[in-house]
């Protein structure tokens, strides 16, 4: 039995961190260079913010019915679905060359996204049983990190390589990774400490009653710590969005970089913020949440102001890596005391909402980002993003540990 639950335990925590690592693949090829190929596939800068900032908003409707396949029926099948859509959505915008097949593509890459958020955490913290152990929450949370950095090491170097042979080909990559998860969590994946919920109700009245669940759950008096949480990354993912539309832009335009060897040196960056996971596990235990969030945002908010006004590469750079490593301890803080905070019943749904939210924080940062950098220029669009997180990181001061 002893040995059973071992063997579960490994392919339970092999599987979260393949997820994790794909993820990394995916923001190294796709979130980091997708503004670039569109800018230099012709599309208008303002077009392409625009069609971000829209999906975002499109897709956050589709949060709670995506949500309630999770919580009602399957997180298996949940995953399942998405990195399905992920394969599709990456295979046709490899295809197409028209701005409208490529937005109709794009939207569908989002929704793939809506069917993993909260789903794949819930998954492995729910198969584990540690759903109330915040130490090793915050450990499996850290080790999916060093994956996701691991993901975003390989894929900086295929990047790198396959950029200067053909741009395009970072979606055929990015599709292939993205199906051969699909047949993993098929093949391997099992659900333990979870029952699905039969109820008669079609997926819109699913999805009504577990929102109802969820904001009841949110606004009772017992979970302020998870309103403080929530409200702050609201406003802090405004200022995170607005930097990471504009970075790239300002690395390949402004510095002039060539997109390959931006993408090369995401994958060297990755390399040192491997070390952020451990550091995150040893901070949040000994600092606790509220602390840690605080300090990262600070450092973090301080590091996107830098990098606008670095007139050298290299110290825009180095800049870069500091701020990917205290992102690391900020995201690992950030997670695993939100799932602290979650009821189990609707853990799923609770990550819509958490996806909802950073849904809404992006079409308003993407947007205003588009229209910033036309404006103002792309250095002062850093700077605006940067002075967001370092102001809403006080907000963190009111957490109860």
């Not at 335009?253 to 491997?274: N, S």
């Not at 749904?349 to 792309?378: Q, R």
Request: no cysteine; charged share 15%; hydrophobic share 55%.
């Amino acid at each position: 039995m002893l040995i059973d639950m071992v063997k579960f335990s490994t392919k339970v925590k092999a599987i979260w961190n393949g997820m994790e690592f794909s993820h990394g693949v995916r923001r190294a090829l796709i979130l980091a260079l997708a503004l670039v190929y569109f800018v230099q596939m012709g599309f208008n800068v303002v077009w392409i913010t625009t069609l971000f900032a829209a999906s975002s908003i499109f897709t956050m409707f589709l949060e709670f019915p995506t949500g309630a396949v999770a919580d009602y029926d399957s997180r298996k099948k949940s995953l399942m679905i998405s990195f399905f859509l992920f394969a599709f959505a990456f295979f046709g915008i490899y295809f197409v060359n028209s701005f409208w097949l490529i937005a109709v593509f794009w939207i569908i890459s989002d929704i793939a996204w809506t069917f993993n958020t909260g789903a794949g955490s819930a998954w492995a913290i729910d198969a584990l049983g540690i759903g109330k152990k915040k130490s090793k929450i915050v450990k499996l949370i850290s080790r999916g990190y060093i994956f996701e950095k691991g993901g975003h090491i390989v894929g900086g170097l295929i990047g790198f390589v396959i950029i200067a042979i053909n741009f395009r080909l970072i979606w055929l990559v990015s599709g292939i990774v993205s199906l051969l998860m699909f047949f993993v969590i098929w093949k391997y994946a099992e659900e333990r400490n979870f029952k699905p919920e039969k109820v008669p109700y079609g997926y819109l009245k699913k999805s009504w009653v577990k929102a109802v669940e969820s904001y009841n759950f949110i606004f009772h008096k017992k979970s302020r710590n998870l309103r403080i949480i929530m409200f702050t990354s609201i406003l802090a993912n405004i200022g995170w969005s607005i930097f990471y539309l504009a970075v790239p832009l300002f690395f390949v335009q402004t510095m002039g970089l060539e997109p390959e060897f931006y993408a090369g040196v995401l994958g060297a960056i990755a390399v040192l913020t491997l070390g952020g996971s451990f550091i995150a596990e040893n901070v949040v235990g000994v600092k606790g949440f509220g602390l840690s969030l605080l300090v990262t945002s600070v450092v973090t908010g301080i590091m996107m102001i830098g990098i606008a006004f670095s007139s050298w590469i290299i110290l825009a750079f180095l800049l870069l890596a500091i701020l990917k490593i205290f992102e690391v301890i900020l995201d690992v803080a950030e997670s695993s005391a939100s799932h602290h905070e979650f009821d189990s019943k609707i853990r799923a749904s609770l990550g819509s909402i958490s996806s909802i939210n950073w849904n809404i924080a992006d079409s308003i940062g993407v947007f205003l980002a588009g229209i910033g950098i036309v404006m103002i220029g792309i250095a002062n669009t850093l700077v605006v993003g940067g002075a967001i997180v370092f102001l809403t990181a006080f907000a963190y001061l009111l957490l109860k540990e």
